[in-house]
């Protein structure tokens, strides 16, 4: 069975820091990954997706991900924070049939001015 | 280009009762996704559609839960003789049918349901 782990339940960063989120999965074949963010009273959006190819993946807002297939990694980052990227971020795992997400119990993020 | 949307935002109820949620996906989308998430965990997928045809069911779905999609456009996820367990945020998800290599799952702003 597919599993996500979020290790850092709450992080704090200063406004202009740098920042990474840590994400690991169990899946026994070609994992589909995933990074959602929800903000208070917002559904999730999509900031980016790993299929396969490139293993750094860009995505919106500044984040980026790389994917490291030795360590079943698929971590978040971003070179300077704003403040309003703080939000709760979660990361997914795809089954390959398309069919669900399973999610990490995800991080939320603080942004200190 | 409308997105998926839910309703209602926001439900209280006595235990025992029983509720129904709607939700309405992106217009093109043939599939349609049902995911429950609780209070500083993520969501968790509880079914999902193919057009009209519910595919798949996760544990979390008990006898009490009962989802549609009639006609396969919106969806409806009925929860009877409800429990304080049951209290969570519910998310709809839509997405293309087949197609290479994964179709982006896109989410509502979901149901907020309070058992009191």
């Known amino acids: 069975a597919q599993s996500v782990t979020q290790p850092d339940i709450h992080i704090t960063v200063s406004e202009g820091a740098s920042l990474e989120l840590r994400c690991n999965y169990s899946?026994?074949?070609?994992?589909?990954l995933f990074w959602y963010v929800q903000s208070p009273g917002q559904g999730l959006q999509l900031l980016l997706k790993?299929?396969?190819?490139?293993?750094l993946v860009q995505g919106i807002k500044g984040f980026e991900a790389e994917f490291k297939r030795s360590q079943s990694s698929f971590n978040l980052r971003k070179p300077s924070v704003h403040w309003s990227d703080a939000a709760e971020y979660f990361c997914?795992?795809?089954?390959?049939?398309?069919?669900?997400?399973?999610f990490g119990g995800g991080t939320r993020l603080m942004v200190k001015p | 280009d409308t997105g998926v949307s839910q309703n209602p935002r926001h439900k209280i109820t006595k235990r025992g009762q029983n509720v129904t949620f709607r939700c309405d996906p992106i217009?093109?989308?043939?599939?349609l996704y049902w995911y429950r998430q609780t209070l500083g965990q993520g969501p968790e997928f509880l079914t999902y559609?193919?057009?009209?045809?519910?595919?798949?069911k996760s544990r979390l779905l008990s006898d009490r839960f009962s989802a549609e999609r009639p006609k396969g456009s919106f969806s409806t996820l009925e929860i009877q003789r409800t429990e304080q367990g049951d209290s969570a945020m519910y998310l709809c998800?839509?997405?293309?049918?087949?197609?290479?290599?994964?179709?982006?799952?896109?989410f509502g702003p979901g149901t907020r349901l309070t058992v009191l």
């Open positions: 998800a839509s997405s293309r049918g087949q197609g290479a290599p994964y179709n982006e799952q896109f």
């Open positions: 790993y299929f396969s190819g490139d293993t």
């Open positions: 899946y026994g074949a070609t994992p589909y």
């Open positions: 997914a795992v795809g089954d390959n049939a398309g069919n669900m997400l399973t």
């Open positions: 217009s093109e989308h043939n599939r």
């Open positions: 559609f193919q057009n009209e045809a519910q595919l798949e």
